[in-house]
């Protein structure tokens, strides 16, 4: 028996009957419908997926005649009776309840919308499954303005949405960011371009009330929100695992091992109702990941099965599309880094998706993490109009593969003008990995600049006079990189820092200062590009 | 000094430049130009890239401003003195001879297009440099009609350029097929396309003689060629080093070692001219690849300037697009394992670029190729409208990180509706390894079908009775997967292989005849699509 018919329930039930022919399958599942596309929801709101049919994969009918399969729609599982073996179901249009008996049980219930005890809360319509969009969807028609509360995947996809029907939409995110998987400096154009569509973004307040057709800030303003969209987050479901007896750990997750047991060997769970190792430093973590949850419907079958199959620790990688920008991560982000404190060496870079000369060049901004004693890759973020997704991807898969960062700058990756770079924005981040694990080159970031020069460092800007003009960094000298040789004398004693936009001719103008004598100048990484976005300037 | 200056040439200077800054460094390029962008110069002839000066990424003096490099364009090696450490160069304009020292010469000649002894080859255009392109620009008003021989990379680009300048294009290959990489299933879409737009395809015929305003063909065929354009291929430029005395192949290429060194200790070569070591069986090969080029220049300044890096193997990742189609290789293809005789597995899917129910879902098809004892990636390939690169891109990302076939399924690559699938189709082509490796699936390749049914084998056709009617495999027997379950006693004794249209209820059906006490059943690889495509039926 599984619980929970979506992304892992339904997924370890196809592959359980492809495995065993003749086992006795059935599916329990609360809302009325399995397999639905749930990545998909926010886009029916916007009208980009049309058809509210096409959110339907699959129905308890198709999976009956296909698989063999028992699904029951409309059926809560109430309580897990594990000395008899049985699972109390409650059919939720009736009331009537039932016992069904199980050898194996699976898990699968998901994770549910946060809703925190606000004045108002019940006002705010959460986003799950396909009856929240429905009751969404119907709401759109008479309202003019939303609030969505929370700039997750979720807030950020429903705020866009929104904008897509022609309401008014204010996005309301209680920390100084939103798209928490990316560092500060790195969501900068993200913030724009909600805003360059019109959304309200307010950042570093919370909601404290949400009232009748406006939601009330801790700062004391007001927002126009005839629809309440609450985006929080999400928390594990367990509520029935927990009065089971079975084991949560402190964050409500449930406990399993490598092969999806829970503290009950007859009882399995998977998808984002369990914990999770992290594929870093194998802590537990829990990550509500579509592709995780699939991954872990497939291999829990396998478990049942007989098949030696282990759970994979898990990288995290995730993209939203906002506003046409495409945002991705893998691994860990800067902040994650520090808290932990692990030592590491950050790049920026600004390359374009593909070759400069070919019609349609956009930048997008790549950062990498590295580990600064092993040269291990240990996360990447991406944004950008377009092939953002391949790079994160790629990434991706050479950390799964244990390259090293220095290792990017050999892949081989398909090179033709439309598609990519000779040196590809990913072989770009070997050659700085490179530099810097050799000693080459050495970077400071955006972040550590100003303490530098308050230390006695100069700065030299060795872009052109035009771009020197049309905005610089406080203190900054003017020195063209194409001018340096000739005016090594004209530099002052001391510390040396040089920028330039993105990086590029502040890695030449370093190595020029090198060979006449100033060694180990380092370059701001990123450039004026990462600066601004950081600083905010 | 270093002879040629495009991309193996100019990367191996400015990264020598870095590397060290006080080193006398020359480039000698013969032709007008350096770094310009030969993989754009097909799409300046149609209008897609529209300046001639994008094509110019670089010029003598901005090197020379920036680098403090010396670069003689119009300026021909004509011989390398290898005693005197000198080389001999011409003005081509001029006609005058000098000699230049070098403490270390480095080779970057590129490869040439190839131009057979046929009559009349002398009115053929090649493809290499600026003034080649410069001369099939001012022919292309003149001409009504054009043909291009040779179907390769730059045959293909070079004729959908030339049908968007409105010419009358035939493309003429010797052998069976265009894009050789490709095995002859997978490159059926991309004649397809070829001809949807336009161009008149003559596969499997030579040219024999190119007369004024026609060519004619073997098989005594003419088509009409105001132009033509040769881009048969092309071969290394290795007069100079052979003149010179160093060693090379029997294919021409010069012969370096791990470090670039030709047989002369001061003399190093990279890029297009040289021998590579392949990827999976350390065999000599030639790649003329711009991003292996652009690598090893970077390489052999590291060598020169005494840093510890090595040449690395190359997979021969390439892509190329054509009317809209991406077409994507790495590795080895099928044909070139059976050459080699090594036991293999292969997969053919069909999957969409991103997430079904999101509008725009597109398929391509997709090719792995398995080592049959190790699960060791062997190579992949790609044709689909969309994308197709990344895909290519992850999975040689995965071959050089050493992951097997059967990791691919664990990938965790970025998904949301629009970018991918929860089950991304890399991921799939992980499932489906898995399933042969351990025994679960096996599959049977298009073209060891008839074999299989003239040895008794009953072939299956598990789709629905529509798709049976609008087209189906000689000797199918309809038995859709929906009523297998309850029709298994209709079967007949014996082998069975079963089908659908691209593999996926075809799995399920060969489950359920294990099931049902019918194990072994064999799954026609890539369904009737890929039979259709390989058998061109």
Redo the contacts between chains.
């Keep these: 028996m599984i619980i929970g018919g979506v ?1 892992a329930g339904m997924s370890a039930a196809a592959r359980l ?6 086992a006795h399958i059935t599916v329990i599942e609360r809302s009325g419908n399995i397999s639905f ?1 749930n ?2 929801l926010p ?1 029916h709101v916007g009208g ?3 058809q509210r049919e ?2 339907l ?1 699959q129905s308890p009918q198709a999976i009956k ?4 399969i028992d699904v029951f729609v409309g059926t809560e599982a109430t309580a897990i009776n594990r000395e008899a073996h049985t699972v109390t179901v409650r059919e939720v249009s009736t009331g009537a309840t039932r016992e069904l008996p199980y050898d194996k049980l699976v898990l699968a219930p998901g994770a549910s919308p946060v809703h925190p005890p606000l004045p108002g809360i019940e006002r705010a319509l959460g986003l799950r499954n396909v009856e929240d969009v429905d009751a969404i969807v119907a709401a759109v028609p008479a309202a003019r303005s939303a609030v969505v509360i929370g700039g997750g ?1 979720i807030g950020v996809e429903m705020a866009e949405n929104l904008v897509h029907r022609g309401l008014q939409v204010s996005l309301v995110e209680a920390t100084a960011q939103v798209m928490a998987p990316l560092d500060p400096e790195m969501v900068a154009p993200v913030h724009a371009i909600l805003r360059e569509n019109g959304v309200d973004l307010r950042l570093g307040v919370a909601v404290t009330s949400i009232g009748e057709g406006e939601v009330t800030l801790a700062d004391g303003s007001t927002l126009p929100g005839d629809l309440v969209i609450a985006a929080i987050g999400v928390k594990p479901e367990s509520g029935l695992a927990k009065e089971a007896g079975l084991e949560l750990n402190e964050r409500g997750g449930i406990v399993v091992d490598e092969t999806f047991h829970t503290s009950d060997p007859d009882v399995f769970a998977v998808g984002d109702a369990v914990v999770k190792r992290d594929a870093l430093d194998g802590s537990a973590t829990l990550v509500p ?7 872990q419907g ?1 291999r829990v079958a396998d478990v049942i099965a007989g ?1 030696d199959v282990q759970d ?1 620790p ?8 906002i506003f046409g920008l ?1 945002v ?1 991560s ?1 691994g860990w982000n800067e902040k994650r880094l520090v808290v932990a404190g692990r030592k590491h060496r950050i790049i920026h870079t600004h390359p374009a998706q593909h ?1 400069g ?3 349609g060049a956009q930048q997008m901004a790549l950062k990498l993490l590295v580990d600064a004693e092993t040269d291990e890759i240990l996360g990447a973020q991406g944004v950008g109009p377009d092939g953002v ?2 790079r ?3 990434i ?3 950390m ?4 090293a960062a220095s ?1 990017l ?12 770079s ?3 924005p990913v ?1 770009m981040l070997g ?1 700085v990995a490179e530099n810097l694990a ?1 000693g ?1 080159s050495r970077n400071i970031q955006w972040h550590e600049l100003a303490a530098a020069q308050e230390a006695g460092a100069t700065l030299l800007d060795v872009r052109t006079p035009d771009e020197y003009e049309a905005g610089r960094i406080p203190g900054a000298v003017l020195l063209p ?2 001018e340096l ?1 000739d005016r090594i004398d004209e530099l002052p004693e001391g510390e040396l820092v040089v920028h330039c936009a993105v990086g590029i001719r502040a ?2 103008a370093a ?2 200062l ?3 004598g100033r060694p180990g100048v380092r370059n701001l990484d990123g450039g004026y590009k990462t600066w601004i976005a950081g600083t905010g300037q």
Tied chains: 1, 2.
């Design positions: 992304a009957r492809r495995l065993d022919g003749n596309a990545c998909g886009y980009v997926i049309e096409a959110l994969l005649a296909r698989f063999d995947f990941l579509a592709q995780t949850a699939n991954l497939r098949r994979r898990v990288l995290g990688t995730a993209i939203v599309g495409q991705a893998t070759a000369y070919y019609p997704d391949k994160i991807d790629v991706a898969t050479a799964t593969g244990g390259l290792d700058a050999e892949l081989e990756l398909a090179y033709a003008p439309q598609f990519g000779a040196k590809d072989n050659f050799t080459l990189v194409d040789r890695h030449i190595q020029i090198a060979a006449a």
